[in-house]
Each structure stands twice: as C-alpha cells, then as structure tokens.
C-alpha cells in the first residue's frame, strides 16, 4: 500500500532533482565510455542523453519563472536543488573534457592514416606555358612526371 506522501505528485523542485539525478548518470556513463573509445555504445546512449538535458533545461527554465516558489521552499529541499545543479555542472565538465580529448585522439589517428597514405604518393610535375617540364629547384626531392592524357581524340 502506498504511502500518502508517494502518491501525491512530485513537485517542481523533485522533478528537477530527479532529471538532475538521471542526467549526472548518463553523462557519467558516457564518460566511461569515451574513456574506454566504445563509440557505438555512446552512438546508442546519444538519444537519451538528448532527452535528458532537453528535460533538464526545461526545469532549470521554470525554476527561474517560478523564483518565488522556489523561495518558499524548505531549506533542505534547496539544498538538494542547489546539491543537484551542483553536479550536474561538475559532470558536465568532466563529460566535456572526455569528449575533447576523444576528439583529440580522434583526429590524431585520421592525421596519421592520411600521413600515411600521402608518404606513398608521388609528386607529379606539370608543364611550363612553353610546354616544357619544369626544372625541380636545388636540393629539393626530384619531380617525377606522370602520363597524362590531354584529348582522348589524339
């Protein structure tokens, strides 16, 4: 049997602590796994996370319209909103630190991979406006001068 205080519904300042709670969790679970670069398991948490933040800026946005009952609340119950916000903020930066260094490492990687592939490739040399090929300047690597068709007809 529920209790009286259960069944009534929660307030603006519980709904916001709630969504707090769920929102410090999930960017905590994110963190994990950008820690660990398990990138489809954040693809799949990317919804929620969305939901979540989207849900917990519509609290923070009536808090701020209902100011004056926020004010009425018991000391303990702002408390526990201000503990909330508190770590939210704190989770979030901690979250976007994971994701700048991800993006860093990220990065890192597609620059070695395109390094890699352009070590292979040659540079090709083109023509002068006379027509002629191009001297390579001194004490630099040789030009190598690759066929080319100009006209398909010829």
């Known amino acids: 049997m529920e209790s009286p ?25 994110e963190t994990a796994l950008l820690v660990d670069m398990k990138m489809q398991e954040i693809a799949e948490l990317s919804g929620e996370k969305t939901e979540l933040t989207r849900n917990f800026v519509m609290c923070v946005r009536q808090a701020k ?5 926020y004010k009425a609340l018991a000391p303990a119950v702002l408390a526990e909103v201000q503990d909330a916000m508190d770590k939210v903020e704190a989770t979030a930066r901690r979250n976007e630190r994971a994701i700048q260094s991800a993006r860093k490492v990220n990065e890192q990687v597609m620059k070695s991979i395109a390094e890699a592939i352009n070590e292979k490739r040659v540079n090709a040399a083109g023509y002068t406006k006379a027509g002629t090929r191009p001297q390579p300047l001194a ?16």
């Open 65 to 69: 319209d209902r100011a004056a009952d």
């Open 139 to 154: 004490k630099k690597a040789a030009y190598t001068y690759q066929p080319m068709v100009l006209d398909e007809k010829c």
């Open 5 to 29: 205080a259960k069944s009534q519904p929660a307030g603006p300042a519980e709904t916001l602590i709630a969504i707090a709670a769920r929102l410090v969790a999930c960017l905590e679970k």
